[in-house]
C-alpha cells in the first residue's frame, strides 16, 4: 500500500468493513435500550453476542435487521457497501439480512413446505427445497405436517431452514438452543456448525455462553444497551472475570 497515493472512489469502500455497526441508538417509545452500539464484521465472521437478561441483545438483533421495534434513531448499519441504516424491515431481507428470533415465527395453518416456499416467493433466493431437505432430514419427513404442529427443535430447525431459503449475507440467531433439549441442541449445533462452513456471516445470541463461544471466532459483550467486550471467543473462554463481571446471572 502507498500511503501518499490518493484513493479513489473505488479503494476507498475497500477500506469498509462487510458489516459495519456505528454507533447506532434504538428506543422502544421513549425507553432507550440500545446506547451507541458500533463494532465491525469481516465476511465469514461468527460473533457470539452475549450479556446478562435485559442486556439489549435481542433489541440489538432487531434494530440490525431493521425491525419496527426498537426505532433506530441515530447511527449506521452498512452492509457489504449498502446502508441498511435507510431500510425498512423487509428491504433489509432483500439485502440478506436474515433475522431468527427466538420464538420461532412458523406461520401457522401453512405446511412445513408451504412456510420454505413462502420465503422463497421474492428474490434473492437461497437454498433450493431440495438442498433444505438434504441439511434437514427430519423436515423432509414432515413436510406435508402443518409447521407450528412440529416440536420445538423442528420449529427451530424450520427458522433456520426458511432462512436459508433466502440469499443470506448476514444471518441473526436470537437463542437457537432456546428450550431445546439437549440431543435437539446437537442437531442445531451441528447445523449451525453447517452455516459457518459455508462462510456465512452471523451473529449468535445465546444465554449458553460457552456453546456460542465454541462456535464463534470473536466475542461482544452488551452490557446495558453497550458493547462492553469486543475480541476474540478464545479470550472471554479464557477470562474467568471477565465472565463473571458480565455473563453471571
Ligand atoms: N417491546 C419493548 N418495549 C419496551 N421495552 C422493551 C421491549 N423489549 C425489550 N425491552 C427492554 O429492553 C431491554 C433489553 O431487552 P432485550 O430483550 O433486548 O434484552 P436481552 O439481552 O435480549 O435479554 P434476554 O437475555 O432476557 O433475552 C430490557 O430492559 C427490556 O425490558
Ligand atoms: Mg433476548
Not at 58 to 72: E, I, Q, Y
Not at 204 to 212: H, L, R, S
Request: proline share 4%; aromatic share 6%; charged share 25%.
Amino acid at each position: 500500500m502507498n500511503a501518499i497515493s490518493m484513493p479513489d472512489t473505488a479503494t476507498a469502500t475497500e477500506a469498509e468493513p462487510y458489516f459495519g455497526v456505528r454507533d447506532i441508538h434504538a428506543y422502544y417509545g421513549e425507553s432507550y435500550i440500545v446506547q451507541g452500539v458500533s463494532f465491525a464484521m469481516d465476511k465469514g465472521d461468527v460473533v457470539a453476542l452475549l450479556g446478562r437478561n435485559g442486556a439489549g441483545k435481542t433489541s440489538t438483533l432487531r434494530t440490525l435487521a431493521r425491525a419496527g421495534d426498537p426505532v433506530l434513531r441515530s447511527g449506521e448499519i452498512w452492509l457489504d457497501g449498502q446502508p441498511i441504516h435507510k431500510c425498512r424491515d423487509f428491504e433489509a431481507a432483500g439485502k440478506g439480512i436474515q433475522l431468527v428470533q427466538e420464538d420461532r415465527r412458523i406461520i401457522p395453518g401453512l405446511t412445513v413446505e408451504e412456510n420454505l416456499v413462502l420465503a422463497q416467493i421474492a428474490e434473492p433466493r437461497g437454498w433450493s427445497l431440495e438442498q433444505i431437505y438434504e441439511h434437514f432430514p427430519r423436515l423432509a419427513e414432515r413436510r406435508r405436517q402443518e409447521g407450528v404442529t412440529l416440536s420445538g427443535g423442528e420449529q427451530q430447525m424450520l427458522a433456520v431452514a426458511r432462512a436459508l431459503a433466502r440469499d443470506i449475507r448476514l444471518l441473526l440467531l436470537d437463542e437457537p438452543y432456546e428450550g431445546l433439549a439437549p440431543t435437539i441442541v446437537r442437531d442445531i449445533e451441528r447445523i449451525v456448525r453447517e452455516i459457518k462452513g459455508l462462510g456465512i456471516t452471523t451473529i449468535i445470541v445465546e444465554q449458553n455462553a460457552d456453546a456460542a463461544l465454541a462456535l464463534a471466532n470473536r466475542a461482544l459483550i452488551l452490557d446495558m444497551g453497550q458493547i462492553v467486550y469486543d475480541g476474540t471467543a478464545k479470550a472471554v473462554l479464557e477470562d474467568k472475570e471477565l465472565r463473571q463481571e458480565y455473563l453471571a446471572v
